[in-house]
């Protein structure tokens, strides 16, 4: 058995001409959700900020829906629920990119992690010390300098630690993947543990390579904690 566990183990780890590894398709798609959610999360964690019940109310009922079901549901109606409308079947481009398993996927995996995201931002935002506040004025800076120089640079450093803890959740919810036929590394797990019958062999890999990644990102965000957070430790006289 393990002999032919070693048979497949390239499809865990390496990437030819034609095909993807599962690693590589695991890390594009946590970077790719990743990178969007967060591009997305700001600006909507300023809105969620806001006190004006307009902006902020319809910002609310998004991240209480993605927060409040569950992601292999979110997922399922991306990639079957949405593709089962007749406006999406008239339509060429949403035809096109609905019925891409990634796109599906990757979509269902923004939407949700951008709600988490934007509600750990806005939290952030929320708690910024009003003496910051006070002290960008005291300069004359506009609300929008106001934003972009003082309350969200310490917001997203402060929010730090809540959000390295939400990336490494969303690589957990990455698994969901292989449901959307997305060869991940759960998919080529699966493959091969039905080819081998060497289950424990064929997990143990996938479980190896998870925690690779869990303990690399750990690493990161600690050092850029201890450089971005370095102004929240007591100094000394």
């Known amino acids: 058995m393990i002999e032919l566990v070693r048979q497949y183990w390239q499809n865990y780890l390496y ?24 591009g997305l999360a700001v600006p909507l964690a300023v809105a969620r900020a806001s006190r004006n019940r307009f902006i902020s109310g319809p910002v609310w009922l998004y991240t209480y829906v993605f927060r409040g ?26 035809d096109a990119f ?15 992690e951008c709600a988490y995201a934007t509600e750990i931002f806005a939290g952030a935002i929320k708690a910024t010390s009003y003496g910051e506040v006070e002290a960008g004025q005291a300069f004359g800076m506009s609300k929008f300098k106001l934003y972009t120089r003082i309350i969200l640079p310490s917001a997203l450093r402060r929010a730090l630690p809540n959000y390295s803890n939400e990336v490494i959740l969303m690589l957990h919810a990455t698994t969901l993947a292989f449901t959307a036929t997305v060869p991940d590394i759960l998919k080529v797990t699966r493959d ?5 019958y060497a289950s424990f062999q064929a997990y143990g890999i996938a479980a190896l390579l998870y925690a690779a990644i869990v303990f690399t990102l750990v690493w990161a965000f600690r050092r ?5 957070l370095a102004f929240l430790k007591p100094q000394g006289h």
């Open 15 to 38: 990437t030819d001409g034609y095909h993807y590894s599962g690693l590589v398709i695991t890390l594009w798609l946590l970077v790719a959700s990743i990178g969007l959610g967060f």
């Open 69 to 94: 079901t569950p992601l292999y549901v979110q997922l399922l109606l991306c990639y079957t629920g949405l593709y089962s409308l007749q406006v999406v079947h008239s339509h060429e481009l949403l």
């Open 98 to 112: 609905f019925r891409s398993a990634m796109n599906c996927t990757l979509l269902a995996f923004t939407l949700n």
């Open 192 to 196: 091969v543990n039905s080819a081998t």
């Open 224 to 228: 850029m904690e201890t450089r971005l």
